[in-house]
């Protein structure tokens, strides 16, 4: 582990491989997917994440999330399902918290059942909802924060405490948060998953996932994750190697504008709602105080009921509306539409999460600029609200 390192030294340094012959500034690239099998001592192969540049890049994301080992994965959903399932298995049972990404929740949903593994998700967020669910035969608790979409907070030295005491495994989906801003294994949780895509990657064009644990938890995912073979490309790990160089600067830049953002939108008179947990008015404020560095670039918000969230989206002319989050590039969504459409629409106005409400991944622009566009868009739909009440 490299936790003597200050963060920007980790980003930048730890898990490269050194050009040997030519002695580069950066990383080579090896693109074999065949290699030797007879006098080496490792047998290498790219679903076996040990390809020069897979083995690599997994020192800098155990590196960042201050533990003893990695795995890269194809996508993020490849390392939660993965990673589940190495520790579940028929007639064992899972905690999950209710508010999770739309694509975890599906999937425990739709294929848990197929596998005899029961789950149970939580009504809240509180400890007692988590301890309430716990079972004889429950292995894992499982949770997410700041949760997706409206960045609720999971207080997790009450999860840790949870898990010890009834001897789970816990594990945390930590996207939102990206490493820059909280490091569950300092709390205590034993398994952190990311959908590198976000943060890690942050430039929206590569597609991937980490794990970070102990080498034992890694061991036991990685034999299982060699049969899925959920494997990424030595071309993408090397891209995901750079971005991520510059994930400390880009992550800091990025909450400094959520931030910003956030107040903006707070006191704007044609918003309803604003979820942030910098926000004091956030019901989580202090608990994300106690357990984050930085409260991320991720918010939500709620326009009042008569403006239309769709009309709103297609105003917009710098702030992309668009899938996925945490680019450079600040975009927006609808999550009813996109990342929670497979959710029954019931769940969602359970978990809160309206057909109005759209999800701002903030970006490295000016905030100046940013604000001069909602401005505008605002403007065209309150426009549009007035010709047809007239």
């Known amino acids: 582990m490299q936790n003597n390192k200050g963060l920007n030294t980790i980003c930048t340094h730890v898990g ?3 050009d040997k012959e030519f002695k580069g500034a ?3 690239l090896y693109m074999s997917s065949s290699y030797a099998f007879d006098d080496v001592e490792t047998k290498r192969y790219p679903r076996y994440f040990n390809t020069p540049n897979q083995e690599a890049l997994c020192k800098k994301v155990a590196a960042l999330e201050h533990v003893e080992a990695g795995l890269i994965f194809g996508s993020g959903m490849a390392a939660v399902s993965t990673t589940l399932l ?3 298995r028929a007639g064992d049972h899972v905690v999950l918290q209710n508010a999770l990404y739309g694509g975890t929740f599906n999937l425990v949903n739709e294929e848990f059942d197929k596998y005899g593994i029961e789950y149970s998700f939580t009504n ?3 400890p007692d909802d988590f301890e309430s669910k716990i079972k004889k035969n429950t292995k894992v608790i499982y949770v997410e924060t700041p949760s997706n979409p409206l960045l609720k907070i999971t207080d997790l030295n009450a999860v840790v405490a949870i898990a010890k005491r009834h001897g789970l495994i816990s594990m945390i989906d930590n996207t939102f948060a990206s490493p820059v801003n909280q490091n569950p294994a300092d709390f205590g949780i ?11 990657g942050g430039h929206s064009d590569i597609c991937a996932g980490a794990v970070a644990s102990t080498r034992e938890n890694i061991n036991r995912i990685f034999h299982l994750a060699k049969n899925f073979g959920g494997s990424l490309s030595d071309q993408t790990v090397w891209l995901l190697e750079r971005s991520m160089k510059t994930m400390g600067i880009r992550v800091k830049e990025q909450n400094k504008n959520a931030q910003r953002m956030a107040e903006f939108l707070f006191d704007h008179d044609d918003i309803a709602a604003v979820y942030y947990p910098g926000l004091p008015s956030h019901p989580d ?3 994300a105080k106690s357990q984050m560095r930085g409260f991320g670039g991720m918010l939500s918000f709620e326009l009042n009921e008569a403006f239309d969230a769709s009309l709103f989206q297609k105003s917009l002319q710098l702030i992309k509306p668009s899938m996925s989050l945490a680019g450079v590039e600040s975009t927006m969504l609808s999550p009813t539409k996109t990342s929670h459409s497979l959710m029954q629409p019931e769940e969602r106005e359970r978990q809160g999460i309206k057909d109005g409400l759209i999800r701002f991944s903030v970006g490295i622009e000016e905030p100046e600029d940013l604000i001069s566009d909602i401005n505008q868009a605002l403007e065209k739909v309150r426009l549009t609200v007035r010709s047809t009440t007239h």
């Open 16 to 18: 490269e491989v050194e």
């Open 26 to 28: 950066i990383s080579p």
């Open 86 to 88: 190495a520790f579940l």
């Open 124 to 126: 809240g967020l509180k």
């Open 190 to 200: 034993d398994i952190i998953i990311h959908s590198a895509t976000k943060y890690m």
């Open 285 to 287: 404020h202090e608990l």
